[in-house]
Each structure stands twice: as C-alpha cells, then as structure tokens.
C-alpha cells in the first residue's frame, strides 16, 4: 500500500545517455511534482503538475521532460545526461495545487552519471 | 525571493532533552509553514502545518511555534529519543500567492544515548 513510489530506486549511467524515472502515487492526489536534492542536501522544485497539467517549470534544463499519462503518474525523462545531473529525485504528491497541502514523497531515485 | 536558513546545519543533544530547531526566513511572511523529517536514503516525510494566526501547534512530542514578526519558527522535539535522529526541514511558499514550497536545508539532529 506505497502512497508514492518511484522506480528505479538507483540508476547509474553514462554521459549523454538519455534515462527516465517512473512515478506513480495511489492516494488520488491531484498534483504531483519533482525535485532534485543534490550532494548539499537541498531539495528543490523541478516541475509541477497538476490534474496532468504542467503547472511551473523552474529553471530546468529541456533536457529534462516530465509527461503525466494520467494523475497517478508523472514520469521524468532525461536527455543527453551531465555529470551535475547526479543527484537524488523525488517524485512528491499532494492532495491539491496549494502550499497549504502537506505533501507525500517517495523514497527517491539515486542517480549517478560518470 | 525568499530564503530560508535553519540554525545550524547538525545539532547533537542527549536523549531525554528537549532539542530546539530554528528556522528563519527573509523577505515575504507566508501565512503557513510546514516541517518534514528526512531519514537517510528516504524522501521527506510530513510532521506538521502551523498557520500565521495559531503561535503554537503540537502534535504528540513535537511542538511547532510560529512567530511572523520574527519572521522565525521553532521546532522542538521534549523527550528527545535516539528515534529522533534525521534531517528536520521546514518548508514555506517562495511568494505570496505561491502554491509550491521551498524547503530549507535542513538541521541533522543527532540524539545521544
């Protein structure tokens, strides 16, 4: 009974390799989003979507595409990997598009790129 | 935009003490703020919400306050355990009228046996 899980849970690759990370979350949530949380440990926002909308894209590169198949699943592709593309990924739901909503994260993918 | 500092980035306590986590943020005072326990190799898992006009929230051991004029809020663990080891985050809207959150760095607390 995972809220939010993400596959795979590690993922090494090499330089400019192109990869994609599987989110998918069974609690009905409306919206769900990604962050990247680098060797520093901080956790920022990459993309929100909401109802399979794309909400806010910060500052990513378009190397990185999220596609939502539907609300339960928001799926993030990877082109041309760079090393300071290493980082771990979270893939996060939460029950609306609000900051006043808690939100559930899965246990995050590890991904190295040498 | 906004920025989020939590006091320190480690803080080490005995078991049975109350540990004490800062966090302070600049610019625009959200009407809300969350806290998040991260354990090592896991995503951030929800504690609690406080809004603006509640001071004080508690939850079981937890104790969140919430002081806009300091633009500041402190989280304190009573009791502490050694279950209580992990990375404290708190998160708040980047910007009035946001609907996402920026997370701070966290505090890695350590509760010694």
């Known amino acids: 009974d995972t809220a939010v899980s993400q596959t795979p849970k590690y993922l090494v690759t090499q330089m400019g390799n192109d990869k994609s990370i599987k989110c998918e979350q069974n609690l009905g949530h409306d919206t769900m989003y990604w962050y990247k949380q680098d060797s520093k440990k901080f956790l920022k926002i990459m993309f929100s979507?909401?109802?399979?909308?794309?909400?806010i894209n910060e500052t990513v590169p378009n190397r990185f595409s999220p596609k939502s198949p539907d609300k339960a699943h928001l799926n993030l592709h990877i082109n041309s990997l760079e090393l300071g593309d290493s980082a771990v990924y979270f893939c996060?739901?939460?029950?609306?598009?609000?900051?006043?909503?808690?939100?559930?994260f899965g246990p995050g993918t590890r991904l190295t790129v040498t | 935009s906004q920025k989020i500092e939590q006091n320190s980035e480690a803080l080490n306590i005995q078991e049975g003490k109350t540990a004490t986590l800062t966090c302070n943020y600049t610019n625009y005072s959200p009407a809300y703020l969350q806290w998040y326990r991260q354990d090592p190799g896991r995503g951030p898992v929800f504690l609690l919400l406080?809004?603006?006009?509640?001071k004080e929230k508690r939850k079981e051991r937890l104790k969140v306050t919430f002081d806009t004029t300091l633009k500041q809020s402190l989280f304190h663990i009573t009791a502490s355990q050694p279950a209580d080891s992990a990375t404290y985050l708190c998160?708040?809207?980047?910007?009035?009228?946001?609907?996402?959150?920026?997370f701070g760095k966290g505090t890695k607390l350590s509760v010694i046996p």
């Open positions: 979507y909401n109802n399979k909308e794309l909400i």
């Open positions: 996060a739901s939460s029950q609306e598009f609000s900051s006043t909503y808690e939100q559930y």
């Open positions: 998160a708040l809207p980047p910007g009035a009228g946001s609907y996402q959150l920026t």
């Open positions: 406080i809004r603006e006009n509640e």
